[in-house]
């Protein structure tokens, strides 16, 4: 009984990380779903939407005059709820800006389009270094969400638990979206059959665009959602991009729940592990990694992908 | 049996022979030019640990991620076989060479039998574990700071002792390395072998039809090329005098990927040398200029993967073929240049 109530911390600190990673795969899960790219830059679009987001909520307005101390005068979390949507809503800019550059390498081997989304991270980690400069940031958050509390003995801290809700929001939309939305059942059918998707009329162009937009401004959504608590930095994207495809691969290339399962499963293993040798919690998810993908090549529900040729 | 109307491949090339007069007098004029000899090093090193990645990526068609893993894993073999065992620079660098090989041939246990995108995520996976070891092991690795003790040696020749501690014997050393290596690897993907490796890259089914191993020689191409990013490693460890996590890490491991595609691997068997010594004079060019070079770097390499993903060799080819028809169109054509030369 006494092992279960010390247990009991973990269980519930790896499934809001577990949430939490769920959110960081989904845009990538999308984008590799219908589009068969392995989106490297996923991290940087992240890091970006975070960047993006301190920008709004705190910005430096002193060219605006009366505009400005209007608009600082706001309450924050007024100014938070603005960037929550403003934000994404630039990366997915910027992220269709990428997928344009992406169309030349479209029918050549995935290998391409992977490297070349390594450069454009490269691109935008030094950009942001350039406009935010190298050293850390704090994203200031309302008081609504930030705290404590105590429960059991532990304290828990309320940003946690209100990221790790939002995440669930999130997955649950884009689960919708994708279910009972005529656009999902496009975006769906895109990934199953793209030539007979064209065939009868949709725009393929158009959809990827789509599809680019919606999953670069779902990794910048949750680069404001997790920044403060894993702190914001330029290269932040690299501590992101490797969980994301991790999870992936683990979930099984395009399947929704294989990727938020895999993501809870990876959660718990983190929170599990850094409870008895934190030293080494982070290095668990490979060693999961390499032990699901030993015995289910394709991951946990993934089905045969044109990736694999 | 050897078939009379084999074509025999060259020991030397031509292009061969000018990148070893090209590199190996560089001390010689490098410092008249603006250059310095541990650029030198610096490129020599890197060239010799692009040359064996080129065999996987761009002759077998496997895109390794994780490849720092082993030319880090190289560096602290070297370090540690310098610091606890011997003091001897050839039992470091044999060390570095064999443990490098040790990691991949684990690694290749588990990769061998991926294709494409999965292939190219477990060697992430693989080098982000070997980076972790490297940064966690404090007791064996030293941490985040590696192993700082490290010293040139003297290296036994015989009866003459040649002490490391100029850059520029340093230099002559690692040339000698590279000139065996090439050497080596030129033999290797001229060989019966390579050329099966070739088929691989083609098509990996096909080549199982025919009847190669292919499990067997992907694991034993991924081992070889850890191989030589290990013994490349346990020179860098020597020319920097220390061994550390930084070139393990994921963006150390990319900066091979793209010298070897700018450079143009997929093409030529020297894409790689042209890419490494790019790299190097990018990062002390741009760098002089300012701090984010890496923005530009980055840039360039994405134009390159957009409008000519053979890279460098790839744009010279084409050169050399529009010369080419140009003189066959002209009746006063030359004579015919030798096919291996542009290659």
Redesign the interface.
Known sequence: MDVILNLLPHLVNGLALGLLFALIALGFMLIVGVMEL?NLAHGSLFALGAYFAMSIIDPNLSYFGSFGDWYSALPLALRYVVALALAPALVALVGMGLEI?MR??YG?K???G???T???A??I???I??TWGSAEQVMPIPDAVSGAFFAGGMIYSNYRFYAAFFALFMIIVVWLFLEKTPYGATIKAGAHDSEMVRALGVNLTRLRLLVFGLGASLSGIAGIILTPIWGLRPHVG?DVV?PA??II?VGGIGSFWGAVIAGVMVGLVVAFSGAYVS??S??SM??L??VV??FR?RGLFGKKSA??? | MKSPFAISTPVFTRPMLLMFVVLGTFPLWGTSVGLYNYLGVEIIIWIIYALGFNLLLGYTGLPSFGHGAYFGIGAYAYSLCQLNVFESVWAGILLGAFAGGVAAGLAACFLSHRRGIYFALMTIAFGQVFWFIAIKWHTLTGGEDGLLNVYRGTLSLGPVDVSLKSNEALFYFAFAVLVVITLLLWRIVHSPYGKALQAIRMSEMRAGFVGYNVWLMKWSVFTLSGVIAGLAGSIFAIAQESAYPDVMSLHASGFIVMMTLIGGGFVSFWGPVIGAIIFFVARDFLGSLTETWLLWYGLMFMAVMLFKPEGIAGVWQDFMKKQKAKSAATPTSQTPKNSVAGE
Request: a negative charge.
């Open positions: 392995i550059c030349r390498t050549k995935a290998e391409y992977l490297l070349l390594y450069g454009a490269l691109v980690e030094e950009t270094r350039i690299v490797i495809f991790l691969v030293e080494w982070m290095m490979y060693l990694l390499i993908v030993t090549t990736l694999e040729n």
